[in-house]
């Protein structure tokens, strides 16, 4: 941010090293009225997730990782644009529910899970891929996919020889394909489920 600051602050030396190097036609295209901020680092934390959607500018936050010696991927993993979090405020300050409307009790507990989730360390953090949320530290431990809607679903990075699986709750997938890291699946359907799974939660986040 203070780099960012400092380069707004110094456009006419900006412009002027633009004109040097590429000449007049590129610097006149500079546009300076929403700069672009992108961090590239190892792995974020939930705290730098919410300091970037408090942050009214744009942020990119992208992830890099190393496969052997010639290979680096870069993961994104959180995007911010100046003005959304003002219109985050205002759909936040609106009523989420209307008179005589329940809330929807799998998207509570989708949402207690993602609390759960993120409150078992400083080191966790969150991406959203097409079929799931992946919850990392330095990988994966835990993924819930998106795509059930009377129940919440979890694969966890566990070896199931190591838990006393209960039919209907949890289950042996290292052989079944699925979206997802994991080799146990875990079947949320009500709060009480929620309870009984966070010891599974807390041995993956721990594994990981």
């Known amino acids: 941010m203070f780099y960012l600051a400092w380069?707004?602050?110094h456009r006419a030396e900006f412009q002027q090293l633009v004109r040097e190097r590429l000449g007049a036609d590129i610097a006149s295209q500079v546009l300076w009225s929403s700069p672009r901020l992108i961090c590239v680092?190892?792995?974020?934390?939930?705290?730098?997730?919410?300091?970037?959607?408090?942050?009214?500018r744009t942020i990119d936050l992208v992830r890099y990782s190393y496969f052997g010696?010639?290979?680096?991927?870069?993961?994104?993993?959180?995007?911010?644009?100046?003005?959304?979090?003002?219109r985050s405020k205002q759909r936040r300050r609106r009523p989420s529910t209307s008179v005589g409307m329940r809330e929807d009790p799998i998207a509570g507990l989708r949402s207690a899970l993602d609390e759960l989730l993120q409150g078992l360390g400083d080191d966790v953090s969150?991406?959203?891929?097409?079929?799931?949320?992946?919850?990392r530290r330095l990988r994966n431990f835990a993924c819930?996919?998106?795509?059930?809607?009377?129940e919440v679903v979890v694969t966890l990075r566990l070896d199931p020889?190591?838990?006393?699986?209960?039919?209907?709750?949890t289950r042996d997938v290292s052989q079944i394909g699925h979206h997802g890291t994991g080799d146990v699946e875990v079947r949320l359907r009500a709060e009480g489920?929620?309870?009984?799974?966070?010891?599974?939660?807390?041995?993956?986040?721990e594994a990981a």
């Open 7 to 9: 380069l707004t602050d």
């Open 41 to 56: 680092a190892e792995d974020y934390t939930r705290y730098d997730l919410h300091a970037v959607r408090e942050i009214r």
């Open 69 to 86: 010696t010639g290979l680096l991927a870069l993961e994104p993993v959180a995007k911010t644009t100046a003005g959304a979090q003002e």
């Open 126 to 135: 969150s991406v959203d891929r097409k079929q799931y949320r992946a919850y």
């Open 144 to 150: 819930v996919s998106h795509a059930h809607q009377q």
């Open 161 to 169: 020889k190591d838990v006393d699986l209960v039919g209907g709750f």
């Open 193 to 205: 489920d929620l309870s009984r799974a966070e010891p599974l939660l807390r041995m993956s986040y």
